[in-house]
């Protein structure tokens, strides 16, 4: 059987989720840690060996405070993340276990993932050396640009000033084009990379920026397998995502951990 290593980056700044208590990944969830959700689904499989995750150096003592008889019962390793989300990868993959097979990545602000999609990603990892989940696009997707930006230059121009702007900025954005959906895919984790590729890649990684691991294989040039999940499968980015999440718990199959309580998940420390 092989062995496997699940990193858990929870050190971002959480700037979307605007909430003065929590941090996205520590906030409350149907009474426990949005982290937590996301842990206990790897702890009680035999295929995992290691989980760590990745705390920001400004929360550690807070977390420690707040998490570390869960830590200690569930025998999680944190590690001080760095200013991106690649550093914080680093640094976990830094500490992954020598004898470790496969390494999985998975946002610790995404809770509700399922069983059968962590064996699915898991075993196409496997047979193919990298694996990620994904979800079908599924909506009609729009290019825009901002008024009298057109053209072949509007992706970057345009796209990129409505990325970083205020949606009521001054200025109309108009749609350039409609993007052809089909073979798009809307990646989601855990990412799934056998460990001396994944290592490989981020000792390869440079300074361009990455939105997820799959990219830095993918600049190696080697293959990375999609496997389909549901839409459920959600990152938490705001504070109605939290309303939304706690819905999709309740239909999905709860994590089977015998005897294994949260204590101290549910106070109030952080208020």
Same mark, same amino acid.
């Given at each position: ?116 999609? #962590? ?78 590729? #994944? ?73």
């Amino acid at each position: 059987m092989s062995t496997f290593a699940v990193i858990l980056p929870a050190a971002g700044q959480s700037r979307r989720f605007n909430d003065r208590a929590y941090k996205k990944p520590f906030a409350p969830l149907g009474g426990r840690a949005v982290w937590l959700h996301s842990a206990e689904r790897f702890m009680n499989r035999p295929d995992v060996k290691q989980v760590i995750v990745c705390v920001s150096a400004d929360d550690r003592e807070l977390f420690d405070l707040k998490f570390g008889a869960n830590i200690a019962i569930l025998g999680v390793q944190v590690v001080a993340g760095g200013e991106h989300r690649t550093d914080s990868v680093q640094r976990a993959l830094e500490q992954v276990k020598a004898e470790i097979d496969f390494v999985a990545v998975h946002d610790a602000a995404r809770p509700c993932v399922a069983d059968p999609w #962590i064996d699915a990603v898991f075993a196409a990892a496997e047979r193919d050396g990298a694996a990620i989940l994904a979800a079908p696009v599924q909506a009609t997707l729009k290019r825009g640009a901002r008024s009298g930006e057109q053209g072949a230059g509007s992706k970057e121009r345009g796209v990129g000033k409505v990325l970083g702007s205020s949606l009521h900025a001054p200025g109309a954005v108009r749609i350039a084009a409609t993007v052809d959906r089909e073979g798009l895919w809307e990646a989601q984790t855990p990412q799934v990379f056998r460990r001396d590729l #994944i290592i490989e890649a981020y000792a390869k990684r440079g300074n361009q920026p990455v939105t997820d691991d799959a990219q830095l294989v993918e600049r190696l040039g080697k293959p990375v397998t999609i496997v389909p999940c549901s839409s459920l499968n959600i990152k938490i980015t705001t504070r109605d995502d939290l309303k939304l999440a706690e819905q999709v718990l309740k239909v999905l199959p709860k994590p089977k951990l015998e005897g294994f309580q949260h204590p101290f998940a549910d106070d109030n420390l952080w208020r």
